[in-house]
C-alpha cells in the first residue's frame, strides 16, 4: 500500500500542469519522511537550514543524489561555505552582500534565485519590489551566479484568495525582469505558492510551487 506521504505528493503532481515543478519543502522532516517522498517520484527537495540538509543528505546517502536540493531558507553569510557543496540551487538570494559572498567563494557557476519581499513584511526577507532593477544591475557583476528565477512568498492568509493580488504582484515583477538584459541573468522560474496558496500561484503564472504541509502533513 501507497505511504500517506506518497499518495499526497502524486494527487498533487497529478493536479499541477507538467510545467509546474515542485519542491517539497521538507524543513523539519526526517530522512524517512524524505525518503518517501523521493521514493513517490519527488525531484526537488527545499531546506531552510544548512545544518538540517546537511544531516538529512548524509542519512540518505545514494538516494540524496537522485533528487536536487533547493535552499529556501533564509541563508547567513557566514554559513555560504558549508551551503555550497550541499545546494544545487539557493533561492533565496536577498541581499547584495550575499549575492557578492556566493560569487566570490564558488569555484563553478551556481544557479541561484533572487528572493523577493513581495509584501514588504518587515518579518520577510526579500529585494523589496522597488529596488529589484538596482539588485539585478549590481548581481549582474557577479559572473559566477547564473540567475535563474524569483522566489517570493506571499502573506499567509486561510482563504487563498486574498493572497492573489500578492502573486499576481510578484507574476508581473518577474514579467518585468524578464525584459532586462544581464548577462548572467536568464530568469525562467518563478518560485511561488505553498500548501495553501498553490492552486492560485499556478493560475497566476507559478512554474515552480514549494509544498510541505500539503506532502507530509502537519509540522511537528
Ligand atoms: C516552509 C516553507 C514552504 C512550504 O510551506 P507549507 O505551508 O508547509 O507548504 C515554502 N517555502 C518556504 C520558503 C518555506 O519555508
Given amino acids: 500500500m501507497a505511504s500517506e506521504i506518497a499518495e499526497k505528493y502524486a494527487a498533487i503532481r497529478e493536479e499541477l500542469p507538467e510545467n509546474v515543478d515542485i519542491i517539497a519543502a521538507a524543513k523539519t522532516r526526517s530522512a524517512d519522511e524524505i525518503a518517501e517522498s523521493i521514493g513517490a517520484g519527488v525531484k526537488m527537495v527545499g531546506e531552510n537550514y544548512v545544518q538540517e540538509a546537511e544531516r538529512v543528505i548524509s542519512e ?37 552582500r550575499l549575492a557578492r559572498g556566493i560569487n566570490k567563494r564558488v569555484d563553478e557557476p551556481i544557479r541561484v534565485f ?32 547564473r540567475v535563474g528565477g524569483l522566489m517570493g512568498m506571499e502573506p499567509y492568509f486561510d482563504d487563498p484568495e486574498k493572497a492573489r493580488p500578492y502573486l499576481q504582484r510578484l507574476k508581473g515583477l518577474f514579467d518585468e525582469m524578464q525584459t532586462g538584459d544581464w548577462r548572467n541573468v536568464e530568469l525562467k522560474t518563478l518560485s511561488m505558492g505553498m500548501s ?25
Avoid at 196 to 217: D, F, K, L, P, W
Fill in 196 to 220: 495553501n496558496s498553490y492552486r492560485v500561484a499556478v493560475e497566476e503564472g507559478s512554474n515552480m510551487v514549494r509544498i510541505g504541509t500539503a506532502i507530509y502533513g502537519p509540522r511537528p
Fill in 114 to 145: 533572487v528572493e523577493v519581499n513581495i509584501a514588504g513584511e518587515e518579518s520577510k526577507y526579500g529585494v523589496p519590489p522597488e529596488e529589484l532593477s538596482s539588485f539585478f544591475e549590481e548581481i549582474s557583476e557577479c559572473e559566477m551566479l
Fill in 60 to 96: 540518505l546517502g545514494a538516494r540524496a543524489e537522485q533528487v536536487e536540493w533547493h535552499m529556501i531558507g533564509h541563508l547567513q553569510r557566514n554559513k555560504i561555505n558549508k551551503a555550497l557543496p550541499v545546494f544545487d540551487v539557493i533561492q533565496s538570494v536577498d541581499s547584495p
